[in-house]
């Protein structure tokens, strides 16, 4: 049984107990209630992109910015320091995928205040591609226009630096979606994108590029970007998917190198006196290679 999977049993384990130390390499605890709006972020500052966009954060769960006081967000900023040291040794490790065993569980909030903590950080450059070309909301979750985005680029050959959208926030800017496609797996399993992540690796060597994607189980998306990526971020919500999934979604992505999960939607102050452990689990993971 590899490390993953000890720890994700271990994680339900406690769950039905209902308490105990927290099981996953990182938790990242329930953001503010969709009933309490976080306020909207005040003129951000734009920068030379041909789409530039001002940004009215209205979505409460990007705390990394609306609420960078919380303890959620810091929560991610404690994510964000993980990933930056597990990613920069001799090699800048860049491309790094978010991805989970099913659709909800959070896989897009990740990815968003994952790249909003990264951006933040006065020396990182970050792209943030919305790679589920089925169920895209990089660009509702901002409140941005998805007129066109990686569907275009790898369909048409539209060049990524004429579709980026500069968020004003820190150095992050987006690649959305783009238009809907009839035939997303094909698209995203295809030479094309494969040679567009290489692409945006040697284009931008000196930023991080997160993609968000399809949940594991049953699209075959996230498996074929999982071979091209520097990294892999699993994304767990707490109670969501049996064991037996878990294995099987954790299974497929063998050989690839999964930084760590985030065990996500965890009730607050359940675990908090465990984060240092879970983090040093955490790290545990970075000369692993695969899961
Ligand atoms: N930590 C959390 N706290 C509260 N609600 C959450 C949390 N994470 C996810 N959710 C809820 O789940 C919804 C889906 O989250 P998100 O869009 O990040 O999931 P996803 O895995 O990207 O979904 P999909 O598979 O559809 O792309 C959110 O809109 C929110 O309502
Ligand atoms: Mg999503």
Redo the contacts with the bound molecule.
Sequence with gaps: MSKIEEILEKATRLRQQGGGTMAAPTE???????ATPAPPLAGAELGPYKTEQRLDLV???LVSVTQPQSP?AEEYKKLKSVIIKLTTGERFLNTIM?T?T???????????NIALALAQEYDHTVLLVDA?L????THT?LGIPNEQGLSDCLMNGVDVGSVLVKTGIGRLSILPAGRPVQNPVELIASSRMKEFIQELKHRYPDRYVII?T??VLHFAEAYSIASEVDGVIF?V?EGQVPIAHLKEAVGMLKGSNILGVVY???EVNRYSSYHYYSYKNYSDYAGQGSA
């Design positions: 990242v605890k329930r953001p503010v209630s969709p979505s409460p769960y959620v978010v989970s099913l659709k909800g569980e959070g896989k897009s909030i990740t990815s968003l589920d089925r169920r895209p909301s979750y968000d399809p949940p994304v919500r996500n939607d965890v």
